[in-house]
T-cell receptor, first 111, second 110 residues
Framework: DARVTQTPRHKVTEMGQEVTMRCQPI?????VFWYRQTMMQGLELLAY????????DSGMPKDRFSAEMPDATLATLKIQPSEPRDSAVYFC?????????FGQGTRLTVV | QKEVEQNSGPLSVPEGAIASLNCTYS??????FFWYRQYSGKSPELIMS????GDQEDGRFTAQLNKASQYVSLLIRDSQPSDSATYLC??????????FGKGTRLHILP
């Protein structure tokens, strides 16, 4: 059963700490998206990659967020330093053509 | 103007009736359009894709696209309580970004 795998599923951290979220895309998918979901803003696109190259990260606060794909099986999203307003569910999605399939998300709480 | 707009609802529909969900988008260069279903506390699940004007049917679901009006809709026939969820419209814009609306909450009344 092919699926996008995200770790951790839940993360509670103190303000100022570094947070790293990981995503394993579906094998063979060459596009990876990072989204953030909040009640107020809905699903916001933070960054996306194609063939491991970053195509757009204009949705990310550049001073604290960074996204990378060190290899085809791993995408990472880092927040340093974290702030309470970063509390949200972060989703990774992958696709082979134009469709995107979502992982289960990482629920981040910054206190 | 938001890129993808949906009525937030909630939309209440009696069981067995047709649920009609609507979405408009701003980028005329958009080529691909999607409907996702999201249950509370779960991740979005792709249920329909449509790429050309007209209707696309899959079981009880029909997606409709009108590029001239920049309008996408989803019809759910014979609505079931299990269809109660938030439905997200998504559009792949000319920059290959998949942009989501905020979703419409659908409630099927037993």
């Amino acid at each position: 059963d092919a699926r996008v795998t995200q770790t951790p599923r839940h993360k509670v951290t103190e303000m100022g700490q570094e947070v790293t979220m990981r995503c394993q895309p579906i094998l063979g998918h060459n596009t990876v998206f990072w989204y953030r979901q909040t009640m107020m803003q809905g699903l916001e696109l933070l960054a996306y990659f194609r063939n491991r190259a970053p195509l757009d990260d204009s949705g990310m606060p550049k001073d604290r967020f960074s996204a990378e794909m060190p290899d085809a099986t791993l995408a990472t999203l880092k927040i340093q330093p974290s702030e309470p307003r970063d509390s949200a569910v972060y989703f990774c999605a992958s696709g082979a053509t134009v469709e995107a399939f979502f992982g289960q998300g990482t629920r981040l709480t910054v206190v | 103007q938001k890129e993808v707009e949906q009525n937030s609802g909630p939309l209440s529909v009696p069981e067995g009736a047709i649920a009609s969900l609507n979405c408009t988008y701003s980028d005329r260069g958009s080529q691909s359009f999607f409907w996702y279903r999201q249950y509370s506390g779960k991740s979005p699940e792709l249920i329909m894709s449509i790429y050309s004007n007209g209707d696309q049917e899959d079981g009880r679901f029909t997606a409709q696209l009108n590029k001239a009006s920049q309008y996408v809709s989803l019809l759910i026939r014979d609505s079931q309580p299990s269809d109660s969820a938030t439905y997200l419209c998504a559009v792949e814009n000319r920059d290959d970004k998949i942009i989501f609306g905020k979703g419409t909450r659908l409630h099927i009344l037993p």
